[in-house]
């Protein structure tokens, strides 16, 4: 159901104006910073500690397997966005995000009694390598996108530093500019995951995260988009993203903070998802208040109620021909951009 503030966006004029460019800081250049520095100036040493208590192990352990790993990470995607104009997009949101999937993912992974049906003392001795398989398939989820959305620019030399060749840091980058990619293969960072992994684990742990194929086939395939075989590791670590960025987007609206990086070439996702609704009723593309249709208008015209699955296929048709290639292919993202609007 569709509040009256959307239906004045939807039926009186159309979407509001895109966000204000976000920090002033974000179109320029970024020094190059190693870990500690980067949990400083993003806030996360509460976030750090939480995952900590949350996995319960020794700290030297949880060091070795978890905190490592974390640093490798963020000095690898340095003060990259989450994304150009959706969740997180803001400098270090990539950051960010990450570590708010870890952590609901963690939290998610208590629900869940693994490996299914299966007798209590294996659940027992697999107990631990299963939150570490959620750990790194949360960990690897949406880092391809340090290669496919954007470049980064060595301000020295002004030359492009490929983030899967190592960070930064040890290619001798001191600091770095962004430069946005084209759309088109925002997708591709979806199956990109693995080319990471040996960049954030050590010997060690790739010894134990292998130690059993089955489990281990679940990470390969929640980072690979494979969903026929992502199995509980990818519901957890999907339900996670899908939780994070609904609370970002909650955030932004609460709090005003724009949601498009200053430098993006493309329009805050959430307008953008307004504007194809809006052209779709224009086209007379969504039949209101008759048998079959997808939007039924209350009397008052205070509401509207939409067939929901419908209306996200719809929206989502609709923004690839006009030539979106970002556009979620999970309905759920869609309805929480909507709901973020008075849905």
């Avoid at 910073?33 to 030297?60: C, F, M, W």
């Avoid at 939780?243 to 909650?250: C, F, G, I, K, Q």
């Avoid at 903070?257 to 052209?279: C, S, T």
């Avoid at 048709?317 to 970002?326: I, N, P, S, V, Y």
């Amino acid at each position: 159901m569709m509040g009256s503030g959307l239906l004045r966006k939807l039926f009186q004029g159309g979407a509001s104006a895109p966000a204000a460019a976000a920090d002033a800081d974000a179109a320029s250049v970024f020094p190059v910073l190693a870990a500690e520095a980067l949990y400083t100036r993003l806030s996360l040493h509460n976030r750090l500690r939480g995952i900590r208590r949350k996995v319960a192990i020794d700290p030297q352990r949880f060091e070795a397997m978890y905190g490592k790993p974390i640093a490798k990470y963020c000095e690898t995607v340095q003060l990259l966005p989450a994304s150009q104009a959706h969740h997180h997009a803001y400098p270090g949101g990539l950051i960010v995000h990450t570590l708010s999937v870890i952590e609901y993912a963690i939290n998610e992974r208590q629900k869940y009694t693994l490996p299914l049906a299966s007798e209590p003392e294996v659940i027992e001795a697999q107990k631990n390598l299963w939150t570490y398989a959620v750990f790194v398939a949360a960990l690897l989820h949406d880092i391809g996108k340090a290669l496919t959305m954007a470049w980064y620019i060595d301000a020295a030399q002004d030359k492009i530093r490929n983030p899967a060749a190592g960070t930064l840091l040890q290619q001798g980058c001191k600091h770095y500019t962004l430069k946005f990619r084209p759309t088109q293969h925002y997708h591709l960072h979806e199956r990109l995951g693995l080319l990471f992994l040996p960049q954030l684990l050590d010997s060690i742990s790739m010894d134990y995260l292998t130690r059993d194929l089955d489990i281990f086939s679940e990470v390969l395939g929640y980072v690979s988009a494979d969903r026929a075989s992502w199995g509980s590791i990818g519901a957890i670590v999907s339900t996670a993203d899908q939780m994070s960025v609904a609370a970002d987007l909650r955030i932004a609206t609460q709090t005003g903070r724009p949601r498009q990086f200053a430098g993006a070439d493309i329009e805050n996702f959430g307008e953008r998802l307004l504007k194809a609704f809006r052209l779709l009723i224009e086209e007379r593309k969504l039949a209101a208040n008759r048998p079959g249709a997808v939007l039924y208008l209350s009397d008052d015209q205070r509401y509207v109620y939409a067939v929901a699955k419908t209306i996200a296929e719809k929206l989502r048709e609709k923004m690839q021909a006009l030539g979106a290639t970002d556009v979620p292919a999970d309905n759920t993202r869609i309805f929480d951009e909507l709901q973020q609007h008075g849905l």
